[in-house]
């Protein structure tokens, strides 16, 4: 392992999805004692070059080329794994930093794989985890699964309150939790546009039905035809066939089609910080997108039409005073967000005078947390909250989803994973995740509504 004055700091992050790889490569950026400032500016003069190795987990969300291409961020080398082959890597590879970002049963298991894999060793990298925005639902589970990382990142002073009080509730150890903020807040403050252009930043998984998702597009696409002043745009996560962090069963895409829009509607895809270059009110029902909005002080609105409910997660924002109705919007309403509410979800650089916060300084502490465990002459082992004597029924499971054994080892009959995969089994691996996406996208709608009959 290289001492912690090496001139390289080797970072790797471990991805399974697109908006997961972007929050993983910018925040291991953003905690690296030598990485790019929060604004990009150069690594700090007497500082070390970071090497990051990103890793995509092989499964039914693993992005795209293009999916890549419109996330922007880059790193030092970038390839597809399986869980056990990840593992090798990791036992074979010195790291400094480890990003885990992953979906909570993908985090526990390479918890405990990570844990057997580097057993009887001195060092072992710092390993960090968290959320890529905002936590709304399974608060207790998500985070239970995340226990034993070094660092639990916190997205604003309010996540880090609830994470340290679901720890310390369990009696597991809390001092892991570490406020932060999102990594990929920031852009040029608002300034009016011409012509004025209202954005609906779609979800792939909210709401989930065809109604409902029928209904906020038919009053996306009526307030563009009583403002034809104004553009109006449909921003889309992905592609029909694309997968992101959440399944999207019902594309807006294929809703449109039986539409006939007005001129100034349209369907846009690309850098959701791009289009809020252009954006003078951003439109959501509980999207992360309506966070890099406020931080903007962009006005943003998050929706009541379809009630304020925790499966919609727009109760998140309760308190914001962003929340309103299409029939407001038409109205002509635009909001004004409670400087307080917004300060404790760590956006809006600066924050309100009163209360301290600044963007700027977000990531010192999780920055200072890191550079003090590289330095230490050697890390306890990894140590979960879960392990077969706390979590019996439940662990196995999660960990057997990867193909490891309660402690952590290779599960017998595991997948190869020791050689790349060969012409003939990419193609069986694309036509295998094609059939996957069609078996979400168009069975399984149908079975549900066979079951409702």
């Keep these: ?38 604004t990009g500016e150069s690594p700090e003069p007497a500082g070390r070059a970071v090497r990051l190795d990103g890793f995509l987990l092989r499964g039914r969300a693993t992005p795209t080329a ?42 526990q298991a390479m918890l405990h794989g990570l844990a057997h894999a580097w057993r009887g060793r001195a060092r072992r990298p710092v390993v960090v985890t968290g959320y890529v925005g ?23 002073r309010q996540d880090a309150e609830r994470f ?18 999102l990594p990929f807040l920031g852009g040029a403050p608002y ?37 034809p002043e104004r553009e109006v745009l449909l921003k889309l996560r992905s592609k029909p066939g694309e997968h992101t962090t959440h399944i999207e069963e019902l594309p807006y895409q294929k809703l449109a089609q039986k539409q006939q829009p007005p001129a100034n509607f349209r369907l846009v895809y690309g850098n959701m910080g791009e289009v809020l ?66 300060s404790r979800q760590g956006v809006a650089a600066g924050g309100p ?25 050697e890390l306890p082992p990894l140590a979960p909250y879960y392990t077969p004597v706390t979590a019996p029924g439940y662990l196995p499971g999660v960990l057997a989803r990867h193909h490891l054994a309660p402690d952590g080892s290779p599960l017998p009959g595991a997948p190869a994973a020791d050689k790349a995969a060969g012409p003939v089994r990419q193609i069986v691996r694309r036509a295998a995740r094609g059939a996957y996406r069609h078996g979400v996208q168009r069975v399984a709608p149908v079975i549900r509504r066979m079951g409702e009959l």
Excluded at 166 to 175: L, P, Q, R
Aim: proline fraction near 4%; charge should be negative.
């Design 1 to 38: 392992m290289p001492a912690s004055t090496a001139k390289i700091l080797r970072v790797a992050v471990l991805a399974d999805s697109d908006t997961r790889w972007k929050w993983g490569a910018l925040t291991a950026h953003r905690i690296s004692p030598t990485g790019a400032g929060e």
């Design 66 to 107: 293009r999916q890549l291409d419109e996330v922007g961020v880059r790193a030092d080398s970038l390839r597809e794994v399986t869980a056990l082959e990840f593992l090798r890597e990791m036992a074979e590879e010195t790291y400094d930093v480890l990003v885990l970002a992953l979906v909570g049963g993908g985090v």
């Design 134 to 156: 905002v936590v709304y639902e399974k608060l207790a589970d998500g985070l239970l699964l995340r226990h034993g990382a070094d660092l639990v990142l916190a997205n604003s």
């Design 164 to 181: 340290r009080a679901v720890y310390e509730g369990v009696g597991a150890d809390a001092s892991s939790v570490t406020e932060v903020a």
């Design 191 to 227: 300034e009016k546009n011409d012509p004025y252009t209202v954005v609906f930043a779609a979800q792939p998984s909210v709401p989930e039905n065809r109604r409902d998702r029928t209904y906020l597009l038919n009053r996306l696409i009526e307030h563009a035809r009583r403002h």
């Design 277 to 342: 270059d252009r954006t003078d009110l951003l439109v959501t029902v509980s999207s992360t997108a309506a966070l890099e909005s406020l931080h903007r002080r962009i006005p943003t609105v998050v929706l009541t039409d379809l009630g304020v409910r925790e499966a919609l997660g727009n109760h998140h924002f309760v308190g914001s005073g962003c929340l309103a109705s299409w029939d407001q919007l038409d109205a002509g309403h635009e909001p004004a967000p409670d400087p307080e509410w917004v």
């Design 353 to 377: 005078p009163s209360s301290g916060a600044s963007y700027a300084t977000a990531f010192d502490e999780a920055r200072g947390r890191t550079s003090a465990l590289l330095a230490a002459a």
